[in-house]
């Protein structure tokens, strides 16, 4: 089977392409490069340079390439901070994006897409741990551009017959084991990388944001997912719609929490180094815990995550920041 694969450059997409290339399976990947990293991509795969949301290049893409049979689509934004600023940048390039990918999907007649949702769809949910019944309500724009992305699939289902499946990611963290990929965002905002680039001695201190959530340590509670065992869930939910499954939404988490103390404390473990931290105040747009209840990835995709472990995903993102301290070293 041919994949095309959006967005392929970046953070969970590299790991995805690498993933299909050593299963054997046939990859295009198209990347603005505008977050994504070239170095990153898996040689084998075939790589396009452009925009997802310019139609006549995602035309002559999949002129060129008649056998690709599905998409998995990351090519989008991802930071709720920055989504809190600049709200219409978000809706831009990932709902309207992904309506103008829909039309070209729609012409070509390729009508199978993987997409990459998250738990920021769920805003603050009543019920903890979240499953997909859960009611969304985002409360920052990242979330909401991504939930009206699942609303317009569910429609373009029903009246085009674009069969999705949805992968609500919580937070991912960690790198590929032999430490040749991992994470690369600039400027980077993320909770794991930023603490190891303060125990590689890149960033001079972490600040936590925000010490009176309602929580155990009054920090806020994240669920961490290891982007190869997202890896996985993106290829088996590829054979599930090939198998001629209906549309579906998935969470994709390990249905444990840590608090962003707990992941200092683990990081400093995996380390030895003593990794300064300060208290500062509340970032916008945090809900105070995430935690997935996945059971339905595991039983409907047959989804076995590998890194159950926080201090396994640390271990594997800290090869990566030492043998990369600057990243792929291309921004
Ligand atoms: N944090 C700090 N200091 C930092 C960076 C982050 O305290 O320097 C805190 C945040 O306030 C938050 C936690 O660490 O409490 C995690 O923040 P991240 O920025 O690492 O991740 P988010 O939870 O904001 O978002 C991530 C992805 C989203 C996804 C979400 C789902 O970036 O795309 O997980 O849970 F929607």
């Known amino acids: 089977m ?56 995602m035309r002559h893409v999949f002129k060129e390439n008649p056998e690709i049979e599905a998409v998995i689509h990351f090519a989008a934004f991802s930071l709720v901070a920055e989504s809190m600023k600049k709200p219409l940048k978000y809706f831009d390039n990932n709902t309207a994006g992904m309506i103008k990918l829909l039309e070209v999907m729609n012409e070509v007649g390729v009508n199978k897409i993987v997409f990459s949702s998250t738990a920021a769809t769920y805003g603050i949910p009543k019920n903890i741990p979240i499953t997909e019944e859960e009611f969304q309500n985002p409360i920052n724009p990242y979330g909401e551009s991504k939930l009206m992305m699942e609303k317009i699939m569910r429609w373009a289902d029903e009246a085009n017959g674009i069969k999705f499946v949805a992968l609500r990611y919580f937070n991912v963290a960690g790198a590929k084991p032999d430490g040749s990929i991992g994470e690369d965002h600039n400027p980077e905002t993320h909770l794991l990388p ?26 806020n509670v994240r669920d961490y997912v290891h982007p190869f065992d997202l890896a996985d869930a993106h290829i088996l939910a590829t054979k599930y719609l090939s198998d001629g499954n209906e549309s579906s939404a998935f ?15 683990a990081a400093r473990d995996v380390t030895g180094k003593e990794i300064p931290a300060q208290m500062a105040p509340r970032r916008g747009g945090d809900p105070d815990t995430l935690i997935a209840a996945s059971d339905k990835a595991r039983k409907v995709l ?14 594997t993102a800290w090869k990566w920041h030492e043998t990369h301290p600057n990243g792929y070293g291309d921004k």
Do not use: C
């Open 2 to 57: 041919t994949i095309l694969v959006l967005g392929g450059a970046g953070y969970i997409g590299s790991h995805t392409v690498d993933r299909l290339v050593t299963n054997g399976e046939k990859v295009v990947v198209v990347d603005n490069l505008v977050t994504g990293h070239i170095d990153a991509v898996n040689s084998s795969a075939k790589f396009y340079q452009g925009d997802i949301a310019d139609k006549d290049f």
């Open 194 to 219: 930023i603490v190891l680039q303060v125990a590689a001695g890149t960033r001079a201190k972490l600040q936590i944001f925000g010490d009176d959530y309602n929580t155990a340590d009054g920090t």
């Open 251 to 265: 969470n994709l988490g390990s249905s444990t929490g840590f608090s962003n103390l707990e992941i200092l404390k």
């Open 302 to 315: 047959g989804w076995q995550p590998q890194f159950d472990d926080i201090h396994k995903i640390i271990e």
